[in-house]
């Protein structure tokens, strides 16, 4: 099997030859592998992606839903900067680097700030550049290529017969961009139609996207929604609420995609087993990262779920950071179970600059040989 034939079996809960494996990385992760032993050339994004490098099976793009206010940095100094990002924020995170990030302002403050500066932003013009790239939507200050560009890239993509995703971000991680999180939850209770406008403006503009994609032959083979709607413990706001507000948006995207024949994935982190029964009923096929300290656990889930929904994920960051050992026995538990489908080998977010780089080696080596190896 080639990637892609890889990642659609496993989807399907139909046994690939071998578990198909990916990894996202922390900014400084690659940094600190380099002192390691990692070759220098090696970059986040292609031509020398990491991904490449460690021959993973899927290739990531990723789309620009936003209003497309300017991104400009306003100050910097040696550890910290502070810029306003086309999404409708401004924020001060490190240079250069993982960590917190301080949300400072966002611009929908009142309805009229939206209908007027906002919403009409919310469009597809053919005539811009494309809202796709192979380089992550996030601290994305270079300029989007133009849609034959965009095209170039994802045929590469396609020659070396990977599976090709495309991340964006879900109605409510787009919406509290620009309008604020704190806000958003405010309105789920006080204004819901205010924020179910905003949502489906975003949705339409998402889906145009994917349309123009789609008829310039930029074709992903998956579509993975960024929604996280997960706390520690629960889901932020009730399952009443998602049903009410969000669930007839994910619907919506899973009938469209599937008029497409596009897999559709979702990354939610925190908590949301409460929401898998209305995940599956929209035709989500594979949840990640299926958080193990937010109480996710893919296996359990799965003797409920399974062939109903797949798993992309669930690798306990603080066990990738801890022994060979420890980490072997949690691979192995989930090659076991998952060897007959189902399960994307995938950290429970991203790999932290702390996990040993020769374990992560170890990691990918066991995982590809698993079937030898018994």
Same mark, same amino acid.
């Given at each position: 099997m080639n990637s892609r034939e890889r990642v659609k079996a496993a989807i399907a809960w139909n046994r690939p030859d071998r578990i198909p494996v990916h990894e996202n990385f922390w900014t400084d992760t690659l940094t600190v592998w380099k002192k390691k032993g990692m070759p220098e050339y090696i970059t986040m994004y292609p031509p020398e992606s990491v991904e490449d490098f460690f021959d993973l099976d899927i290739?990531?793009?990723?789309?620009?839903? &936003?209003?497309?206010?300017?991104? !400009?940095? =306003?100050?910097?100094?040696?550890?910290?900067?502070?810029?306003?990002?086309?999404?409708?924020?401004?924020?001060?995170?490190?240079?250069?680097?993982?960590?917190?990030?301080?949300?400072?302002?966002?611009?929908t403050e009142n309805k009229e700030v939206w209908e007027k500066e906002v919403k009409p932003r919310m469009v597809l013009d053919p005539n811009d550049t494309a809202r796709i790239d192979d380089a992550s939507y996030f601290e994305h200050f270079d300029e989007y290529p133009s849609w034959e560009s965009a095209?170039?890239?994802?045929? &590469?993509?396609?020659?070396?017969? !990977?599976? =090709?995703?495309?991340?964006n971000y879900g109605p409510w991680e787009a919406t509290w961009r620009h309008r604020d999180f704190t806000n958003c939850l405010m309105d789920v209770a006080l204004d819901p139609e205010w924020i179910k406008d905003m949502m489906w403006t975003h949705h339409e503009l998402t889906k145009n996207i994917i349309r123009k994609s789609y008829n310039t032959g930029i074709v992903p083979d998956g579509y993975i929604m960024v929604d996280d709607l997960g706390s520690s413990t629960t889901t932020l706001i009730s399952p009443d609420m998602f049903r009410d507000i969000l669930k007839p948006v994910y619907k919506d995207m899973g009938e469209f995609l599937e008029s497409l024949e596009i897999d559709f994935w979702l990354h939610s982190c925190g908590n949301v087993n409460l929401l898998i029964d209305d995940y599956i009923d929209v035709g989500i096929q594979v949840l990640n990262p299926v958080q193990v300290s937010a109480g996710m656990n893919?296996?359990?889930?799965?003797?409920?779920?399974?062939?109903?929904?797949a798993f992309y994920g669930n690798l306990d960051t603080h066990v990738l950071t801890s022994d060979w050992?420890?980490?072997?026995?949690?691979?192995?538990?989930?090659?076991?179970?998952?060897?007959?489908?189902?399960?994307?080998?995938?950290?429970?977010?991203?790999?932290?600059?702390?996990?040993?780089?020769?374990?992560?080696?170890k990691m990918i080596d066991f995982v590809k040989n698993y079937e030898s190896l018994e």
């Open positions: 290739a990531p793009m990723y789309l620009d839903s &936003s209003p497309r206010f300017r991104q !400009k940095i =306003i100050s910097k100094d040696d550890d910290y900067y502070t810029y306003e990002d086309r999404w409708g924020y401004t924020a001060t995170k490190p240079w250069q680097a993982s960590g917190s990030i301080h949300y400072e302002k966002t611009v095209l170039g890239k994802i045929r &590469s993509l396609h020659e070396n017969h !990977k599976y =090709i995703l495309a991340f893919a296996i359990e889930i799965a003797k409920k779920y399974k062939n109903q929904i050992e420890t980490l072997k026995t949690a691979l192995e538990e989930r090659c076991i179970y998952f060897r007959n489908g189902g399960w994307i080998s995938h950290s429970d977010h991203s790999i932290p600059p702390n996990m040993p780089y020769e374990n992560f080696i």
